[in-house]
């Protein structure tokens, strides 16, 4: 138990350590805007990764949550003047309720199901953000507000910089405990075998449910800061290819493992940016990356490079 | 008014036949593999850009569909060949994302070849449409749903007449028993994934000529195929047949009566509401699982 924490939280600390000195190593804001985006990336992922990883299921459509949260503040601060805090938790509580009553009948089918019911909930969301011009400015999308909470306007990407790291740490955090708790082992134990972990008497589909509920939390609260911190929202962030784009950073960095989505998510951000002068190519690329990884690298990046390491225990 | 109605039914009897065919497709690999096979779409693309393409350059219709047929049959075994039956024991999720990056990899690759322009490909026999009833239909619906209608049954007959075809439902009852009778079932594999490209690439085709064909095409059609396939219960042929004539015939009430703007949303309205009350589909069989 003793190793357990203290691998923990060595991970932690690492990555506590990796945000805390990267920006003296980022020349100028351009780097920085890039980092913040990898940040709010990897904090869907590796909710996204608890989904996939731990529960064995898959969503083809959590940029559908993402975009919720982030109309959800745009609509609610820009249009209704709500405080910037409320309207991001007004949106998380909808999404929360949202998948929950998705998942709640879902959530016992196998995992083609989910694919389907997710993948539907995430067109119908770009659908209406695309329609519903009236609300949601249609395809040319939203200016949203900046954040203000208590008097404080968060503004410049130095600022931000730093809320999406303490944001992903959190979030780090919050889903290592998860995983070591008694739901954590039930959830792996779904993972394994649905059957056996039933057998043994887990209430898989209860967890299967909170993971779901809680991936699409973390994607509102992300999307909802992020609308903040871009001041403009487009429905191309709620649709099909961004899901299919957290899927893949997930996949890649290394299903079940949480450090392992936070690297993918910030290797495939920054590799369109690296890919620009070869912008004809990039979807070979990422295709090719997606089925490579999982015909090769079935675990993905970090779970395959951490068992090339000399056998040491690991957490 | 009964006009009007028959002129919804009837597009949405052409759009329709292409969501039955495609969703046919996904059966069909669905059974022989257990694969939800994302690139399905691109099957249908590449029908519809090769023959666009290749009539434009002076090749007849007939050989040109061929072509593209013959092209997305080799694509569809290379993608079984070297991306599926290599992750043979993965998980669903692994699966599903392998399909999901080939057919991402092709739609690059299209790019590349083709361009992102939009291809247009003559109507088969005119545009002059045919009166019915106060409604007018487009010759080339006809071909659609025709080719779709005679497509679909010698998928049929194949099924039910041929040893190829038995070995292939033998397969998907059991691969285990089926591979102990001496059913090569890689090869089974192989040939599902050559059948369904197949069945894509002529709808992509025939259809060309009233969606036109464009690198993307094949999206919204394989994403459509897909819902067809599990609203009919997925892995039960006629199930996604009936499927994709239910989704192309709601969406195109949907379109009239409704809103076109949600014209697309209408088909997943459909399976979110089917998978919240029949979570097998309408014909799908209750499932039970073997540990």
Redesign the interface.
Known sequence: MNALLHGRLTGLLALGAVIAVLPAFLPNNFYLDIAILAGFNAVVCVGLNLL?GYA???SLGHAGFFGIGAYASGVLVGTYGWPPIVALLAGAVFVGLLAFL?AK??L??????L???T???G??VS??L??ESGLTGGPDGMMVEPFRIFGVELYGEKVWYWVVGVLLVGVVWLSLNLIDSPMGRALRAVHG?E??AEVVGVDTARFKVLVFVLSAVFASVAGSLFAHYAGLITPAKAD?FKS?EL??MV?FGG?ASTFGAVVGAVVLTLLPQALTMFQ????????????AT??FM?KGLLPTLAALLPARRRA | MFAELLQYLLSGLTIGAIYALAGLGFSIIYNASHV?NFAQGEFIMIGGMASATLTASGVPLPLAIMIGCGGAMLVGVLVAK??VE??RN?????L???T??????????A??VWGKDFKRLDAFSGETPIQIMGASMQPQSLWVVGTAGVLIVAIGLFFARTLTGKAMLATSHNRLAAQLVGIDVKRVVLASFALSAALGAVGGAVVAPITFSYTEMG?MLG?KG??AA?LGG?GHGPGAVAGGLIVGIAEALGAGYI?S??K??VA??I??AV??FM?NGLFGKR?T?R?
């Open positions: 996939i064995g299921q898959i998705v009948p879902i016992r089918l196998k995992g083609h199901y694919a389907m019911a993948l539907g909930i067109i119908i659908i209406v695309r329609t075998s059957v056996a099909f299919i899927v893949t996949v299903m004809d190519y990039q979807q070979i690329v990422l295709g090719g990356i997606l089925m999982m015909v079935p | 939800i070297f991306a290599r992750a993965a998980s669903t999720v692994t599903i994302i392998i999901i990056g080939a057919s991402i990899f092709l739609r690059g690759v790019e590349l999206i994403l897909f819902t599990v997925l809103s703007a949600y697309d949303a997943f309205v399976i979110l998978l919240l979570p499932g699982e540990v």
